[in-house]
C-alpha cells in the first residue's frame, strides 16, 4: 500500500535528516550514467548521496577512476566501504559521511547524482561556482530546471542528462592576427547558451555562432579576408582566450570588459 505522508514527512518519521530517500540506481542505468560522462582513469568522480556505493565502485572497477561517494546515513557509508573493499577498489574509492551540501567537491571532474529536481535546484548555483568548467555533471531522473543538459538519453521509465560546466565567458573579448587585423567580440551568456556581436578593425562583422563546450568556445566568424565562414576554437584560461584550431592558432585574445 502507498503511504499517504509525503517523502519528508516520511523521512521525518524515519528520524533520519534525509534530503532524499535510498533508492538504488539501477546497474544497466548506472553503466550509462558512466559512460554518457566518458568517465576514465584521468577522472576524479563524486557522487552526491551515493547510497550503498554502486555509481562510486563502478566508476573504479570498470573505467579505472578515483571516487569519493558522499553519503550522510552512516549505516550506507560502512556497507558502501565494505563494498569497495569486496570488489577490491577500496584504494581508488572513498565515502564521506557528511550533509552533500556542506561537502566541498571542488575537486571533482565528475558528478553524479540521483537526488531530487529541488535537491538539483538547491545545489546548481554551486555546482555552476565551484567546479570547475568542463566538468561533467549527469543526473539520473531530475534536470536541472532552466540549465538545460548538453546531452538527453531517455529510457523505457527513465532519464538521463548531462551538462558540461560552462566556462564564464562573458564580456568583450580582442585579440590581433598576425598580418594585425583586429577583431573585437561582445558575449552575453545564460549557462552554456551565447550571444554575441563581432567587429573586425572596428567594423561591424558577421558572428554566424557562438559555442561553449565546458572550457572550449567555438567562435563561427565572415572574415572578409577568407572565403566562408571560419571557426576559430578557443580554450578559456580566466581573461584569456588561447586559440587551439587551425584558424589563428596560437593567437590569444584577452578580456576587456566584463
Ligand atoms: C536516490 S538515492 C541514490 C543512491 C545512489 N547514488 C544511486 O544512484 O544508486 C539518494 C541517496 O542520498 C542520500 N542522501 C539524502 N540526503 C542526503 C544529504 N543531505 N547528504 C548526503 N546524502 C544524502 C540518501 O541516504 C540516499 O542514499
Not at 26 to 31: D, G, P
Not at 41 to 54: F, H
Not at 155 to 165: E, G
Request: hydrophobic share 45%; charged share 25%.
Amino acid at each position: 500500500m502507498f503511504s499517504e505522508l509525503s517523502i519528508d514527512d516520511q523521512l521525518d518519521e524515519l528520524g533520519m535528516n534525509l534530503d532524499v530517500p535510498f533508492v538504488p540506481t539501477h546497474e544497466n542505468i548506472v553503466k550509462a550514467m558512466l559512460e554518457m560522462a566518458d568517465v576514465d582513469a584521468d577522472d576524479v568522480l563524486y557522487d552526491l548521496g551515493s547510497g550503498d556505493g554502486r555509481i562510486p565502485v563502478a566508476a573504479a572497477l570498470d573505467h579505472g577512476a578515483r571516487a569519493v561517494g558522499v553519503e550522510i546515513d552512516a549505516g550506507r557509508v560502512a556497507l558502501a566501504q565494505a563494498y569497495a573493499t569486496q570488489m577490491g577498489v577500496e584504494q581508488r574509492v572513498c565515502f564521506i559521511q557528511d550533509d552533500l551540501f556542506e561537502v566541498d567537491f571542488a575537486p571533482a571532474s565528475v558528478v553524479t547524482m540521483y537526488l531530487l529536481h529541488t535537491v538539483n535546484l538547491e545545489l546548481r548555483p554551486r555546482l555552476l561556482s565551484e567546479l570547475r568548467p568542463g566538468t561533467r555533471i549527469v543526473s539520473h531522473a531530475f534536470d536541472m530546471g532552466d540549465w538545460k543538459p548538453d546531452r538527453k538519453r531517455s529510457f523505457r521509465s527513465d532519464a538521463l542528462f548531462l551538462w558540461i560546466v560552462p566556462a564564464p565567458v562573458a564580456g568583450h573579448w580582442h585579440w590581433q592576427s598576425a598580418d594585425g587585423t583586429r577583431y573585437r567580440v561582445e558575449l552575453e551568456q545564460r549557462y552554456q547558451q551565447l550571444k554575441g556581436e563581432l567587429w573586425i578593425n572596428d567594423q561591424p562583422a558577421e558572428l554566424h555562432n557562438a559555442l561553449l563546450w565546458g572550457d572550449l568556445l567555438e567562435l563561427v566568424i565572415h572574415d572578409e579576408q577568407s572565403y566562408g565562414p571560419e571557426s576559430i576554437v578557443m580554450h578559456w584560461r580566466g581573461d584569456e582566450l588561447v586559440v587551439v584550431g587551425e584558424y589563428l592558432k596560437g593567437v590569444v585574445a584577452r578580456r576587456v570588459g566584463g
